[in-house]
């Protein structure tokens, strides 16, 4: 009898267990646009998702994006950007169009939307007038979708209004172009400041646990302990 019960008790643990990492956020990578702009849909078991910085420059990408999310049955639920230079804002108008969703940034990127198509045909690219966002978003905030929460960090000094978000279940930061595997964002940019941006990562995004796993706005994730070693920005 008792060897039957602790059976059960295990059985029960390990099905709890089993549960618990379906119901953690996940997250799927687009790497778009001439400059390899990393677009990210953020999901979990409930089948609601969010878009982050949609990036991408034409049908054929928009079409990667559309099949990833008809594909697995997600329903987008919020659109935000983690902040607004104009290679992770090109597909915005598209996405509020197909998906009915207001756009949210934090208010201080908002000059870097007027002046997105100016600065995409700088590249050579074209980018159609964007309506600045619907809805603001601040440090105090939160974006919650199905089961998960994320949390904010205002982190200024690549754009003014820079925004991480972190998801703590999951142990993943969506860093934007804070900060990079062995690098930080420019801080030549309108805006930008280099002192501004170095404290606020070292103040709030350093801090977290080792093993949060980082997700840049463009190249390959890191994780917090190795930018804490490796990154000579940051030592």
Same mark, same amino acid.
């Given at each position: ?41 953020? $999901?979990? &078991? ?13 049908? *054929? ?14 329903? @987008? ?21 197909? $998906? ?55 982190? @200024? ?8 978000? $972190? ?9 934007? *172009? ?14 930008? *400041? $280099? ?15 080792? &093993? ?13 302990? &190795? ?9």
């Amino acid at each position: 009898m008792k060897s039957n019960m602790a059976c059960l008790v295990l059985c029960l643990c390990l099905k709890e267990r089993a549960n618990l990492k379906n119901r953690k956020m996940k997250i799927k990578i687009f790497p778009f646009n001439p400059l390899q702009e990393n677009t990210f849909v953020l $999901y979990d &078991e409930t089948g609601e998702c969010v878009i982050v910085d949609p990036g991408f420059i034409n049908d *054929d990408e928009f079409k990667q994006l559309e099949s990833f999310i008809t594909g697995n049955s997600l329903k @987008p639920v919020r659109l935000i950007n983690t902040h607004c230079h104009f290679d992770h804002v090109f597909g915005v108008n598209q996405c509020r169009e197909k $998906y009915a969703l207001q756009w949210e940034a934090h208010h201080d990127d908002a000059f870097l939307v007027e002046t997105a198509p100016s600065q995409g045909a700088m590249f050579g690219m074209n980018i159609a007038p964007i309506e600045p966002p619907e809805k603001n978003l601040k440090e105090a905030d939160t974006v919650q979708f199905g089961n998960t929460t994320l949390q904010l960090f205002h982190v @200024p000094g690549h754009s003014p209004g820079s925004l991480c978000f $972190y998801d703590a279940g999951s142990g993943s930061l969506i860093a934007g *172009d804070v900060m990079f595997r062995g690098g930080i964002g420019r801080t030549d940019l309108p805006g930008g *400041d $280099y002192n501004t941006l170095i404290s606020g990562i070292k103040q709030k995004l350093l801090v977290l646990p080792e &093993e949060v796993v980082v997700y840049p706005g463009h190249g390959p994730t890191t994780t917090i302990a &190795e930018e804490k070693i490796n990154n000579p920005f940051l030592q």
